[in-house]
């Protein structure tokens, strides 16, 4: 998959206008648009974030409910939640539906049935984050704005990246949920983000994006900071930060260095990945972010 | 038979009435019945199917509850006694039973001296004393060898033999027996009814026993009840029950009665 | 006929068989019992010791000892000298270990009062509904994102526990009439709750937003966290008291599964009985699942395999039982989070996974035609 987007995603604007417009998603699916689309269906609030922030958000005809920023989204119809209604997708005749791989598949076979172009997207690493925000500006029409967020995107990125990459690499544990306990690992864009902020992942190790992690692993690595998405907004899972004070010998316990961070900010992988690095940066490495 | 006059009553049924279902359409299996049994007989029930025998059996011990009237076991309510004290008393033989998990037949026979572990011994050992009651109760009923198998892996007359050694087990006063010769051959059919007239006739055991074979009621029993829908038709003893002209109307059918050879007791044979 | 003695004090040391004029009957005996439940509980010690030497993070045996020999002499650790091994195996480890026994004894203990209760050797303890309302109460915690601790307690377990004992009421309430519980009702009660939590459980999974609903699940599945010491004390009272009262009527359990007409016939106070068990069994399945999720498999197996080894006798299938299925939880919980190191497996497919063949090795060695 990965080979296919570089192919489209030589960064060449002109090809676009001179390929024929047909686009490969992240499952190896290929789409033709005859026309720009002009209503488009969002199935995922990261989604929302990069039309909206291409300048296409008057093309947004139906969202889900998590998508609450911008704040134009929530104008737009609501077609459910993370298992979306069909009926009401196919009500907004969509030209264009755009998802995370975590479809259903009666979904998917509909519109497929139905001949409705659907676009699957896979975030699995920053690189990819970019590389949707280029194709999404290629789908919609909207090529210049894109490049200019890709690149801004990761020049941001980088920039924090740099300043952080000459400061000792704290120990960092990211508690994604803690009943069972699961953290992430090299796989996740949440991973690469700590990477940027200047955190050394102790599940760096793990094979798994989203592994299960052994508590003995845990203490042996001993981390010096603990960080749990926070609370509030409908999407965001809920923390258990409490019960972690109980390992008084976790040297981020005994410093106590335990941090909520945005999830909002963290788990979209959309323009706003910026905010949530920084947001990390700055709990990471406060004597370098302050007050920026 | 043993007349033990001056003794209470081992039974005293009081106008009882009960059935099955307690909403008021349902018919009663009894209604205001009235009977007294004498301790130190042994009674026979006998009348055709849906009599309500075996009922009458489980209201005497107490496993069914009238709607009202009483049953007094030796002139005391037995809704005043618990059911261990009742089962120190009264042991019961049903006609059959089931087995779901793997116990002995030794086990199963033991399982008699459960009453008298009451009312803190809820964990309790069996004392020898225990043991040796059922030992002997299992050798008395030639099944001394069956000790270690299950209940499915026996006939049907050695379940049930193994049914009457845990009734004896529990030493009790009241015999109170749901077709107890059903599945046995004629062997055992013999030595069960001599084991308990000589029970009776030892111990001054009361023994209540509900039977199909006419013949082996007459020839046990000192006292015979004759149920018919519920009702006591004729009470007496065989020679006044087991006659043709008592006996047909209820059983709707012809019957011959005429003498055993040896016994002289009324012996019933069907005109095929 | 044999005279009529009065009943004898137990005597501490009687004999396997008793020799009568020329029959003897097998049956319990104090003896035979103190032996299997020593070795069992040996075994347990053993394997218990040898699960604290296994784990994620490899820490030598000398280690172990060493530490195991700073416990017992000074009744604490130091946290210096011990190191991170010290944490780990006093803070991690060793409390795990406790809670699996704690759980899978439990779980065997109530699979086998269900089976006595309900007179069928294939009930376990989520038969009752119970542990699908404990769920749904946890499910719903979820939902709803409440977070903090309760009394030291995070608050999902309290939820869970809640709903647990929603289920209880209603199935108790529904199979009891006229003061007698009908164990027909309870079963079906059982199957219906069942079912209904179940739905409500994939309902609040399908509205929840994608991370939610992938923690509802993970939850299902079972875990065993590593717990504090105060929740374990907790624990342990709660569970060991349900254990206790469920020992005490290992007699009458015996006698019930005869039928309950011919429990009544020899003394049994089956309403009584039959209340008391569904009572501790029930609210020791809540606590079970509150505080580990759905764990299958030991309820059920363990008590049948442990059956067709030492006998139907309560009096020492259910203290074997109670410890063979704390071994094997342990075992199981051992193999979860050391196998995939350092990532863990839910303890309830461990469970599944080495449960099912022994079963069904043991199933295929015994003649056909044993009652089970």
Not at chain 3, 71 to 76: D, H, I, N, S, Y
Not at chain 3, 191 to 214: E, K, Q, T
Request: charged share 20%.
């Amino acid at each position: 998959m990965k080979r296919r987007q570089q192919g489209i995603l030589t960064g060449m604007p002109f090809m676009a206008n001179v390929a024929p417009r047909t686009f490969v998603d992240d499952t190896g699916r290929k789409i033709y648009l005859a026309k720009t689309p002009k209503r488009v269906v969002s199935l995922a609030p990261s989604i929302t974030e990069i039309l909206f922030a291409i300048g296409a958000g008057d093309s947004v005809v139906g969202v889900t409910e998590f998508c609450d920023y911008p704040p134009e989204a929530l104008t737009k119809t609501q077609v459910g939640d993370s298992r979306p209604n069909l009926e009401a997708i196919l009500a907004l005749e969509p030209d264009l539906v755009l998802a995370m791989e975590v479809i259903r598949d009666d979904v998917l076979k509909t519109l497929q049935q139905l001949k409705i172009p659907l676009f699957i997207l896979e975030a699995k690493s920053l690189e990819h984050v970019y590389a949707h925000i280029r194709t999404l500006g290629r789908m919609l029409d909207r090529v210049q704005e894109a490049n200019a967020l890709a690149h801004s995107m990761r020049q941001d990125i980088q920039a924090i990246g740099d300043r952080t990459s000459s400061l000792p690499k704290p120990r960092v544990l990211y508690v994604l949920y803690s009943q069972p306990f699961i953290t992430v690992g090299p796989g996740s864009f949440i991973h690469q983000l700590l990477e940027f902020a200047g955190g050394d992942n102790i599940a760096k190790d793990v094979g798994q994006a989203y592994p299960r992690l052994s508590m003995e692993v845990v203490m042996q690595k001993d981390p010096e900071i603990l960080l749990f998405p926070s609370m509030g907004g409908k999407g965001s899972p809920e923390s258990d930060r409490d019960q972690w004070t109980r390992w008084d010998t976790m040297t981020a316990v005994k410093n106590d260095r335990l941090y909520f961070v945005p999830w909002a900010l963290i788990s979209r992988p959309g323009p706003r990945l910026v905010q949530g690095l920084a947001a990390l940066a700055k709990v990471i490495h406060p004597e370098k972010f302050q007050g920026n | 038979m043993k007349k033990t006059s001056g003794q209470p009553l081992a039974f005293d049924v009081r106008e009882l009435s009960f059935r099955y279902d307690l909403s008021p359409e349902r018919s009663w299996a009894f209604r205001n019945l009235q009977c007294s049994i004498e301790t130190g007989t042994i009674v026979g029930v006998i009348g055709p199917n849906g009599s309500g025998k075996t009922s009458l059996l489980k209201l005497l011990m107490g496993l069914l509850r009238p709607e009202s009237g009483a049953v007094h076991l030796f002139g005391q309510d037995l809704r005043t006694l618990s059911p261990a004290k009742i089962a120190q008393q009264i042991a019961f033989v049903p006609q059959e039973t089931s087995q779901v998990f793997p116990f002995t037949l030794g086990e199963l026979v033991l399982m008699g001296r459960y009453p008298f572990h009451q009312p803190f011994d809820g964990w309790g050992w069996d004392s020898s004393d225990d043991v040796n009651r059922a030992s002997q109760a299992m050798k008395d009923l030639e099944i001394e060898s069956l000790a270690d198998r299950m209940m499915s892996d026996v006939s049907g007359g050695e379940r049930q033999r193994a049914m009457i050694a845990r009734a004896l087990t529990q030493d009790p006063q009241i015999l109170l027996l749901d077709e107890p010769t059903a599945f046995l051959d004629l062997y055992h059919q013999l030595d069960i009814a001599r084991k308990l007239r000589r029970l009776n006739h030892d111990r001054g055991l009361t023994v209540v026993m509900v039977s199909h074979d006419l013949n082996l009621a007459s020839q046990c029993c000192d006292q015979l009840l004759l149920l018919h829908q519920g009702e006591i038709v004729k009470r007496g003893c065989p020679h006044e029950v087991i006659r043709p002209e008592i006996l047909e109307p209820v059983y709707r059918c012809e019957i011959i009665v005429d003498q055993h050879p040896r016994s002289n007791a009324p012996r019933v044979s069907l005109p095929v | 006929m044999s005279t009529h003695t009065s009943n004898q004090q137990v005597d501490a040391l009687q004999l396997h068989n008793v020799e009568t004029k020329g029959g003897t009957i097998a049956c319990l005996s104090a003896i035979r019992w103190l032996t299997s439940l020593s070795v069992l509980g040996l075994f347990s010690v053993l394997i218990g010791v040898g699960c604290l030497t296994v784990g994620a993070q490899p820490i030598s045996f000398e280690t172990v000892l060493q530490i195991v020999g700073m416990v017992l002499q000074e009744g604490r650790v130091d946290h210096e000298s011990a190191g991170v091994s010290g944490v780990i195996l006093l803070q991690v480890r060793f409390p795990r270990i406790v809670l699996a026994f704690l759980v899978g004894g439990s779980l065997a203990a109530v699979g086998v009062g269900l089976q006595a209760l309900l007179r069928n050797p294939l009930a376990e303890p989520y038969v009752l509904g119970i542990s699908s309302g404990a769920a749904f109460g946890a499910t719903l915690g979820i939902l709803f994102g409440i977070g903090g601790t309760v009394m030291g307690l995070s608050a999902l377990p309290v939820w869970a526990f809640l709903g647990g004992l929603l289920s209880i009421l209603v199935v108790y309430r529904i199979s009891v009439t006229y003061r007698m519980l009908s164990v027909h009702t309870l079963l079906l009660a059982g199957v219906i709750l069942n079912a209904l939590f179940s739905a409500l459980i994939m309902f609040a999974i399908s509205i929840a937003d994608p991370s939610r609903a992938f923690k509802m699940m993970m939850w299902l599945m079972g875990t065993l966290n590593a717990p504090e010491y105060s929740t374990l004390l907790w624990l342990g009272v709660f569970l060991g008291v349900g254990v206790f009262l469920l020992f005490w009527l290992a007699r009458p359990l015996n006698i019930l599964t005869m039928g309950e007409e011919t429990a009544r016939a020899l003394g049994v106070e089956i309403e009584r009985v039959k209340k008391l068990i569904f009572v501790v069994a029930a609210l020791m399945t809540g606590a079970v699942v509150s505080i580990a999720g759905l764990i299958g498999f030991v309820g059920m197996v363990v008590p049948h395999t442990v059956r067709m080894i030492v006998g139907a006798d309560h009096r020492l299938l259910l203290p074997a039982s109670t410890l063979v299925g704390g071994m094997f939880l342990m075992v199981a919980d051992t193999v979860a989070r050391t196998v995939l190191a350092p990532t863990e497996l839910p303890v309830g497919v461990v469970t599944a996974l080495v449960g099912g063949p022994i079963f069904l090795y043991l199933l295929m060695k015994r003649r056909a035609g044993v009652a089970l």
